[in-house]
């Protein structure tokens, strides 16, 4: 089967403007199970974002989640080598939706999939795979990037500091994590063309101490503002960041994901995260598991990008101001009209002058 893509903004506004389908305990719902890597749903950032998009498919909230182990559940699995079995071992169950939570997730799911057709499966930033029961929600990760990154040389500009430095804090390399990465660097090289960059690939999701000692060192070395694309790990970045502004350090963290404003936050209200890359992974799981309820589920790939609502920047930080606001919700209608083009892919960024060599970003 050749995999078609197919916009989804009318699907994502009627999500956007619909209330849940009603209580949890309706017998006549989806049952679903998301299932995440050894990070949990409690890295306020990706697999925090999936469950919030079941939580609001049922109706419920993350403080009452009433059909939580009845209708839905999330299932940490701890390592790679458990990924088949336990996906086997959920696909026995006959669930409505079986959610993967991530591009780690690909080779255990072409494996799986096939094994159990009747299984409806959605697996989240992947675009490769191929099978009818295989929803794929892919992101334009890039365009959601070059937003936060424009608005924190904004900051910078406006901070009256000349030649600033910007680091980015990545996860596992891959072509997904690039793609925040290179939007990043474009949007900051949109405002100070010579910009410093210097990035760093903890190779883990769930290692914040990784993050907050590379923010520590990139901090103390002038680094200005540093972006965070590693599930629980970056939540290390945010902590030094907080440290440092509670002693009267100009430095700042930007979150991925959710916002993190709060997770920011260090005295009388005012957060380190100066704002954050809105990937809507929740707008994706809540999408898929009403394909499912209303039958219109298809094994296609989905893309979420500016245009759709899909990504975006965070506003929480009232230091951000009303200006730069506006500059990058500018931005943000010239990406979708198309004025504003942001590479994606490392290798093309180089050759256009867009990106420094020597970064860690990789393509595949």
Known sequence: MTIRTICVFAALMT???????????DPSDVTSRLMTDATGIDDESFSAAGWKGMLAYYGDSWDNPEGKGRLYDWITVPSHDLFVPSLKQVSDQGYGLVIVSGFMWDTALAEVAPLYPGQKYLIIDVKWL??????????????????????AALK????????????????????????FEMGWIQGIRSVYPDAGFVD?????????????AQARAWYDSGVYAIFSAAGATGNG???QAK??????????????????????????GKSAVLTSMLKRVDRAT?????????????????????????????????????????????????????SVVVVPGYAEAKSLGLAPDGLMARDD
């Open 156 to 179: 910078a500009r406006a901070d009256g500091i000349a030649t600033p430095r910007f680091g980015f804090i990545g996860g596992v390399p891959g072509r997904v994590i690039t793609r």
């Open 286 to 338: 809540e999408y898929a598991l009403r394909s499912v309820r209303d039958g219109s589920f298809e094994g296609r790939v989905y893309e979420f990008g500016a245009a759709n609502g899909g990504v975006d920047f965070a506003v929480s930080n009232p230091e951000l101001g009303d200006a730069i606001v506006a500059a990058v919700n500018a931005a943000k209608a010239g990406i979708i009209d198309g």
């Open 130 to 151: 191929d099978g009818p029961n295989i929803m794929q929600a892919s992101f334009a990760e890039h365009e959601g990037s070059y937003l936060v990154g424009l608005a």
């Open 200 to 212: 760093y690939y903890a190779n883990a999701w769930n290692k914040p101490e990784l993050a907050k």
């Open 15 to 25: 999500i956007a403007s619909c209330g849940g389908p009603g209580k949890a305990d």
């Open 243 to 268: 440290e440092y502004r509670l002693s009267g350090r100009n430095v700042w963290a930007v979150g991925v994901d959710g916002d993190q404003h709060r997770a920011g936050v260090y005295a009388d």
């Open 237 to 239: 970045t945010i902590a």
